[in-house]
């Protein structure tokens, strides 16, 4: 094969091609990535809005790709991603690349099974189990209904089984109508719509391209289960690598409620032996009265009582499963409708034992902080419904992502926020990635976590390619000072106020991100009595929904919680103005970051730092970045919490952020965002 042409004359064409522009930030990176390629060496690269880093990762992909032939796996946290790169990037550099590259670069989305239609499942009839809420809801069951025959109505007509074809979309409940997980498949080679099933097609067309793009949900699915999901590569681009961990985590957590016990059970009605289904049930029913009176935090030890009635469901489900999946583990026998039952049934009950299993053995280790799991029980209050469950999360997934992910890929990790307090590490060793440097110019930010023992096998670089916008000149920071520290007895009257001074002056054009649902509702309801220009808040209508009049509207306000935080993209003049109610620490009570808090405080290091700063500073740093999305944007973004400036930790945070002019005088604001809105007109 000829030699290609460099990344730097691959990405040159592409840009040109795409009707865009040399950003020297866009090249650097590109050069990074070929350059971390080659090499086999990790990547971790921050690149601010408007670099262009879907490109600078794509060109020196699809160049690897053709060159050697191995598939390139790149890996999004988020949906909207995933669309841009397959329904644009992709097809257009696909076709802009032809000619150098020598060929049309092949590119395909694989997701998890669940994700499409099962063929199988929605002509059989086979139906799921109502939650135990819905049971007593005749508007939810009407709606279940309504939105089945739609999911009927559209199968007959899709190409790619794909639930993110459905416009406007349908339920989970809904959804699980009509799909499997990959526990509840047949398997193509036993269910009798094998040949077309959607699942099966994705994954055929994702191991004869060059880029595969997924999720970070299935990476860590494919990392966990040790069951080869993606096809074979080499090389993994992680893009919005700031949610990793998150994600991974999520997957790798587990739950045990008496509602899924109960659904396992019914599932095996007719499958096997009445007495073993009335066993199951019964486990149930004990599982449920031993988790009634205890209340919802973390175990620290199994309660008393506790490990009887778990060994009590471990044993049922044990039993069930030995009937369901008799001479070894046979399980699909008869018709492919009584396999499916039989094998969704086997998916139910593994899913149980496993849990409880789980659960049971998380204690054996004595010392909290090599514990593999933390244990905590939840109660979900649903339409009146208080729902208990046992849920299980690991502790830590560095060692995963270091030996499932890091030890058999080279990896690149990017997103527009990866440094946290002006360093790379603090990211890098929650993947489980060594620190670059055991120098710290903060005492009082060491995590005491310890650098993986084979360190010198892992090797990663960092680097920071800037960003296009000048922050400096185009945005202001502003921290109100002068206001009281949060409370815990919600927004007080001079928080409200300030919100009111400061969208007066900005004539709407603000988005309001808070650290609770109740605080945003608050500040709505009270700001709506005040303010002449409308406000909107998360939950009166789908977030794309607001999020689009919010667009269209410059005097319109949003407010909102978490996921406003990171997925608003408004450039132009209908964002002049971001508020920031409080530093987003996590909740003092929040099981999995409390437990890994005091976990780095056993081995000596600043728990409060190494997790609760670090959540709050990611999540600042997100916030603040939806401020500017383009070049010619301009604002201020205003936090009311006094302590990003009085605190010995607000520097740290601060040094998180992107470099705004800072101020803490409300009068500079206010002159400024008035001065905005009359150029805005």
């Known amino acids: 094969m000829p030699e290609l042409p460099p990344v730097p004359e691959l990405l040159a064409t592409a840009v040109q091609a795409l009707g865009g522009k040399e950003r020297v930030g866009q090249v650097t990176m590109a050069t990074a990535v070929d350059h971390a390629i080659d090499t086999k060496e990790h990547l971790a690269v921050q690149a601010g809005t408007g670099t262009g880093k879907s490109l600078a990762y794509l060109v020196p992909s699809l160049r690897h ?39 049309a670069a092949k590119f395909a989305i694989l997701k998890g099974r669940n994700n499409y239609l099962c063929l199988n499942k929605i002509n059989s009839v086979i139906p799921d189990e109502p939650a135990e809420a819905e049971l007593f809801d005749a508007l939810a069951i009407s709606r ?18 794909d639930r993110d074809e459905i416009v406007p979309g349908v339920t989970d409940r809904a959804w699980r109508q009509v799909s499997v997980s990959s526990r509840e498949c047949l398997g193509k080679s036993r269910c009798p719509f094998g040949q077309d099933c959607y699942a099966e097609r994705a994954r055929a067309e994702s191991a004869q ?49 008496s509602s899924a016990i109960s659904a396992a059970a019914r599932r095996c009605t007719k499958l096997i032996d009445e007495q073993e289904v009335d066993r199951l049930e019964g486990a149930a029913e004990a599982w449920h009265e031993a988790l009634e009176d205890l209340p919802a935090t973390r175990w620290e030890r199994l309660p008393d009582g506790i490990a009887p009635v778990l060994a009590l469901v471990r044993d049922a489900a044990w039993n069930a499963r030995t009937a369901l999946a008799p001479q070894g583990g046979t ?38 902080a090599n514990r593999r799991d933390v244990i905590w029980l939840s109660a979900d209050e649903m339409r009146g419904v208080t729902r208990r469950s046992l849920r299980m999360a690991p502790l830590s997934v560095g060692g995963l992502l270091r030996s499932r992910l890091f030890g058999t890929a080279t990896v ?44 010198d096998k892992v090797r990663w670089s960092s680097l920071d390619v800037g960003s296009p916008f000048d922050h400096a000149k185009s945005g202001i920071l502003y921290v109100a000072k002068h206001l009281p520290a949060p409370g815990r ?52 209508d789908s977030t794309g929904a607001l999020v689009r009049k919010f667009a269209d509207d410059p005097e319109t306000s949003l407010f909102g919680t978490l996921s406003l935080w ?58 603040t970045g939806r401020l500017l999305r383009s070049v010619d944007d301009r604002g201020v973004v205003a936090v009311l919490d006094s302590r990003l400036a009085t605190a010995r930790y607000g520097g740290y945070l601060r040094a998180s952020l992107p470099p705004y002019w800072e101020t803490s005088d409300p009068e500079v604001v206010v002159k400024a965002l008035k001065r905005l809105t009359a150029n805005a007109v």
């Open 412 to 455: 690149v990790l990017t997103s527009a926020t990866l440094q946290i307090g002006g360093s790379f590490d603090g990211l890098a060793i929650t993947w489980g990635l060594p620190a670059q440097s055991s120098a710290r110019g903060d005492t009082g930010t060491a995590n005491g976590a310890e650098a993986p023992s084979d360190a």
């Open 65 to 103: 790709a053709v060159r050697t032939g191995r598939t390139v796996v790149v890996s999004t946290a988020t949906i909207a991603l995933q669309r841009q790169l397959v329904d644009r990037d992709l097809p257009r550099l696909s076709e802009a690349l032809s000619k150098p590259l020598g060929r």
């Open 566 to 623: 990171q997925g608003v993209d408004v450039p132009g003049p209908s964002l002049s103005l971001v508020i920031l109610d409080r530093i987003p620490f996590p909740r003092p009570d929040d099981p999995l970051l409390t437990a890994r808090q005091r976990a780095v405080e056993s081995r000596g290091g600043n728990g409060f730092m190494a997790v609760a700063a670090n959540h709050a500073a990611l999540l600042l740093a997100q916030g």
């Open 209 to 257: 391209a060059d880029v595969v793009v997924t999720n970070h949900a299935l990476l860590a699915i494919d990392a966990i289960s040790g069951i080869q999901v993606l096809p074979e590569h080499d090389v993994v681009v992680i893009d919005e690598a700031h949610e990793l961990v998150d994600r991974v985590t999520g997957v790798a957590t587990a739950e045990l409620a």
């Open 489 to 540: 007895d919600g927004l007080a009257p001079a928080y409200l106020d300030e919100i009111e001074r400061l969208i007066t002056a900005a004539g709407g054009r603000t988005l309001g991100l808070f650290s609770s649902m109740r605080a945003a509702k608050a500040a709505t309801e009270a700001l709506r009595e005040r303010l002449d220009t409308p406000v909107l808040c998360q939950g009166d």
């Open 331 to 368: 399980t699909q026998q008869g018709d492919p409708e009584s396999a499916a039952a039989r094998t969704q049934a086997l998916a139910a009950i593994d899913e149980v034992h496993d849990s409880a299993v789980r659960a049971l053995t998380a204690f054996d280790e004595p010392d909290p």
């Open 144 to 161: 279940l209904g309504r939105e089945v025959q739609r999911l009927n109505e559209w199968a007959s007509d899709t190409e790619t089984g």
